[in-house]
């Protein structure tokens, strides 16, 4: 089932000392349920500003995408809705302890509210937050805050999850639980939209990678397809020699 | 997935103010320590203040003489203090002791602080030397002073020199000064006496004030002038305890960006936010003047002997009625610079911009003879304070306090709505304020613009007749208003944004039929717009000193016809067109459709003519040629009708062919209403005329959408 579409998205910026910065140039891709569908590219390839077009952040300059059959423009909060959005710069209330964090998460996102008690004792169990889940944000460690984090993004139940380089600054440890967590989501049936520069990350998760360069999408596909399409069996060559032929 | 309710709002509400409470410093700063510091300060200023007249009451002055007439100075001097010393009036205070002090340079010891008064005699001629070389030496010629010295009798002077800085040196002074003017009067009763005019003043007549007002309405005119200065004071210090950290705070934390992933809808986040900034806000507003109310019982804080406050229910309804739009125009103002700012740092550099904006305003309550029934009443913020005074007068004037709670509501609802867009624009998150028409500028950026151009030419208009005004005279009034103001601004619009002339300010030829269209249309529309006046008058009525003032501002009967003709009739009608119906229509257009285009160039044309009396009927007009314009392209005929109308509105009651009072009779209505569908019938005929020569005079994309 094709759960995201995204048909010629293009962000322009202006800058006064640079003018047009074209940040997304007509990108299109589809998503389906039950996937892992990873952005690969460098740091400004456009892969952040993709993802917050699809969270509605960010409204594009042109085309169209929709999640969950709605349009990000014309339906906004229908879309945000259906899609759990996670990145290195959403950070946590900190003066909330981590249970109200996810109570708060799920109450604004609209969860039926007689369920809210429920889910967010089924997450706390789930991610091991049990143990902290009265003290507040601001006194937990980083690998807590990660795992508040995931449980926020997830709280509502959305059948869309947008995680933006989830792993930027984590440790080895904490990377590694990252991943488990994503491949869980996905065996629960959730389209995972994955954005990442580490080509190890991508090979390990990715059932679709997508690689982006300068705003443009050079090439699409599983690793084995870019594999036979380029003859290089690193995902790191085959992200150079796209990038060398798409430049 | 099912909707959780619209329990989002209140969600959104309760955890900001859970989280606001769970911050303990910023209530500890914000709230508790001005409770703590207020009685410290209080107490200390009251010490500091009953220690200086301790220390003044029991100072010993020191005092030198001086001058070419020191032994007449020495002798008022004596005269004076054994008034000082024996005079019974220094039975409410003890009488104070100035010693003689001897000296060669006198005012050396004054600034050096050991004596605290000199007294110089002067004999006639040297004081008349001394002053001239004084004057001489000031920048500017003073030849009112000069003539003055020479009117001087020719009689010795004393002359008290002392230090304004020092308090002890400017107690001295003021006690010398009122007894040497004691000595004067009784030298001045004894010269009477010795011509045998010995009078007391009370057999002249007796002379007694007596004041009428009840304890109510000095307890209302002294609270209704603080009133709103001192709530706006801390609501706008109580509110930004929240709306610093309600966006900015967010932003740098990086919260934000997750709240703006979520479900919520971008107005329940401003909601919610500015819920708590009221919430926030009133508790603030009710701690501080409940600390008030306790200083007041302990006696820190005096107040007038006869304060008695009597609000009735309605009086207090009304002001709630005022306070609400009030309350939400400092919240949104509040919100708004929080979303402008990218840090706790900018949030203050905007602060006090803020502060200025929305408290100074409150402070017309204080100008002399500021009524609500003036043009005052559509300022937003002023229009409140001066509202909640009259209230509090127990005054009740429904229009006008119905206008000042719409115009700060009005001001409120466009802050709101800024707010929301601040919230929803990219800039919070992208960091980038610019998009392709701010990058190009020019005609794209020109729409975005125009507003902010007329309203900063208003405020000049504003400034412009509150400092010169009437004192100008008509004729430069008008060349400096309509020619220099209206048109040199649109100049400047076109110069700055590259516009094409001609599409600017609609020079395009008009269709034939638009002429007899407004020859008919014209006199038509005057004669409902002076219907639309009276109707409006019926409402607000004009006062007399606006009628006579206005009348002899005019004062067009001293010059000549053809003056009269070009000045109010001729020059309005051509360059008030170009900047109203030309460049402001120009800027507006692509972003309004008709109808409410020239609704809105109307309106802004009859807010420019500033008098709350004459801008129904001047906006009427705004619309009408707005009209003809979009109906012609064109802003020849425009110009036409407008001179056409001030043509027939003045001239005839100039030459006096009908008298200033004149009423229209009944049948001119009902005749005038088919001569204005006449005239709009022809020019809705000929608009796919007009639509053609448009595009043969300025080509492509030229015309007026």
């Not at chain 2, 997935?1 to 509400?13: A, E, I, K, R, S």
């Not at chain 2, 392209?633 to 043509?647: E, T």
Request: proline fraction near 5%; hydrophobic fraction near 50%; charged fraction near 20%.
């Amino acid at each position: 089932m094709i759960t995201v579409q995204v048909e010629g998205l293009a962000k322009t910026f202006f800058d006064e000392a640079r003018g047009a910065i074209h940040a997304v140039d007509g990108v299109s891709f589809e998503c389906r349920a039950g996937t892992i569908f990873g952005l690969l590219g460098a740091n400004g390839a456009g892969k952040t500003t993709t993802l917050r077009m699809l969270a509605t952040i960010l409204r594009p300059t042109a085309g169209r995408a929709r999640v969950m059959g709605h349009d990000v423009v014309a339906e906004p909060e229908v879309v945000r809705r259906s899609l759990g959005f996670y990145s290195a710069s959403t950070a946590l209330y900190p003066r909330l302890t981590a249970r109200e964090t996810l109570e708060f998460f799920a109450r604004v996102n609209r969860y039926p509210r007689e369920r809210v008690g429920a889910r967010v004792d089924e997450l706390v169990e789930r991610f091991g937050i049990d143990r902290f889940e009265s003290v507040r944000v601001e006194k937990l460690s980083s690998g807590m805050k990660q795992k508040v984090s995931i449980a926020r993004t997830v709280v509502h139940d959305p059948p869309v999850l947008v995680f933006d380089e989830p792993t930027v600054g984590l440790d080895v440890i904490n990377a590694l639980e990252m991943q488990d967590v994503i491949r869980a989501l996905r065996a629960e049936g959730k389209t995972i939209i994955f954005s990442t520069h580490v080509m190890s990350e991508a090979e390990k998760l990715c059932d679709t990678i997508v690689i982006i360069h300068g705003g443009r999408l050079l090439a699409s596909g599983s690793l084995e397809e870019h594999r036979r399409a380029t003859g290089k069996h690193y995902l790191e060559d085959i992200f150079v020699q796209y990038v060398r032929e798409g430049g | 997935m099912v909707d959780g309710g619209g329990g989002v709002l209140g969600t959104l509400y309760r955890y900001e103010l859970r989280m606001l409470l769970r911050d303990t410093r910023t209530i500890a700063i914000a709230v508790v320590a001005p409770l703590l510091l207020f009685p410290v300060l209080i107490l200390l200023a009251r010490e500091a203040e009953r220690r200086r007249e301790a220390v003044i009451e029991r100072a010993t002055y020191r005092y030198a003489l001086t001058g070419t007439e020191e032994d007449f100075a020495y002798y008022r001097v004596q005269e004076a203090l054994a008034i000082e010393t024996f005079d019974p009036d220094t039975a409410a205070r003890p009488p104070a002791t100035f010693l003689h002090d001897r000296s060669p340079n006198p005012d050396s010891l004054v600034r050096a602080g050991a004596i605290q008064v000199v007294v110089e005699g002067l004999a006639a001629d040297e004081y008349l030397r001394v002053r001239a070389r004084e004057l001489a030496e000031r920048p500017g010629e003073d030849s009112a002073a000069l003539a003055e010295l020479a009117e001087l009798p020719e009689v010795p002077v004393l002359r008290l020199h002392y230090r304004t800085d020092s308090d002890v040196s400017r107690a001295a002074f003021e006690r010398l000064q009122e007894r040497l003017e004691q000595v004067r009067r009784q030298q001045r009763d004894s010269v009477y006496r010795a011509y045998g005019l010995a009078i007391d003043l009370s057999e002249l007549g007796g002379l007694e004030a007596r004041n009428v007002a009840t304890g109510e309405r000095e307890t209302g005119a002294l609270l209704g002038v603080l009133l709103t200065p001192l709530l706006l004071f801390l609501m706008l210090s109580g509110g930004s305890i929240v709306a610093v950290d309600a966006i900015s705070g967010e932003k740098e934390r990086g919260t934000l960006e997750t709240l703006l992933t979520t479900a919520a809808r971008r107005s329940e986040i401003v909601a919610a936010k500015q819920l708590a900034v009221v919430t926030v806000g009133i508790v603030v507003t009710v701690v501080n003047l409940a600390n008030l109310f306790v200083y007041i019982v302990l006696d820190l804080i005096e107040l007038p002997q006869e304060l008695a406050v009597s609000i009735g229910p309605l009086s207090l309804l009304v002001l709630l009625a005022l306070y609400l739009p009030l309350t939400v125009l400092v919240s949104s103002g509040l919100l708004l610079i929080s979303g402008w700012a990218k840090s706790y740092k900018e949030y203050q550099l905007y602060f006090l911009p803020l502060f200025a904006v929305v408290f100074l305003p409150s402070l017309a309550v204080l100008l002399p003879g500021m009524e609500l029934g003036s043009a005052i009443a559509l300022v937003p913020v002023a229009g409140v304070a001066v509202a909640v005074r009259e209230v509090m007068l127990g005054e009740l004037d429904w229009p006008f306090l119905a206008l000042a709670a719409l115009s700060t509501g009005g001001a409120a609802w466009g802050a709101a709505r800024l707010t929301e867009r601040a919230l929803s624009t990219e800039r919070l998150i992208s960091g980038t304020e610019l998009d392709q028409a701010d990058l190009a500028g020019g005609p794209a950026l020109f729409p975005r613009r125009v507003l902010r151009w007329f309203g900063l030419l208003w405020v000049v208009l504003l400034v412009s007749s509150a400092w010169a005004g009437e004192s100008l005279g008509l004729v430069r009034q008008v060349l400096f208003n309509v020619v220099g103001l209206f048109f040199g601004g649109s100049l400047l619009m076109v110069r700055a944004y590259r516009l094409e002339l001609r599409a600017a300010f609609a020079l395009r030829p008009a269709p034939a039929a638009a002429w007899p269209a407004v020859l008919i249309g014209a006199p038509a529309a005057l004669v409902i717009g002076v219907g639309l006046a009276e109707a409006f008058q019926r409402f607000v009525p004009v006062p007399e000193e606006v009628l006579r003032s206005f009348g002899q501002f005019l004062g067009a009967g001293e010059l000549p016809l053809w003056q009269i003709v070009l000045i109010l009739a001729v020059i309005p009608g051509v360059f008030e067109e170009l900047a109203f119906r030309g460049v402001l229509m120009h800027g507006l257009a692509p972003r309004l459709r008709p109808v409410p285009l020239a609704l809105a160039v109307g309106a802004i044309f009859g807010i420019f003519h500033v008098s709350l009396w004459r801008i129904v009927p001047t906006a009427y007009l705004g619309v009408v040629l707005a009209a003809v314009v979009l109906l012609t392209g064109s802003i020849y005929p425009a110009m036409l009708w407008h001179a056409l109308n001030n043509l027939i509105a003045i001239v005839p009651v100039e030459l006096g062919w009908v008298s200033e009072d004149y009423d229209l009779p009944m049948w001119s209505y009902p005749a005038a209403s088919a001569g204005l569908a006449l005239s709009f019938t022809l020019l809705w005929w000929t608009r796919r005329a007009a639509g053609k020569m448009q595009h043969v005079g300025t080509g492509p994309g030229g015309g007026r959408p």
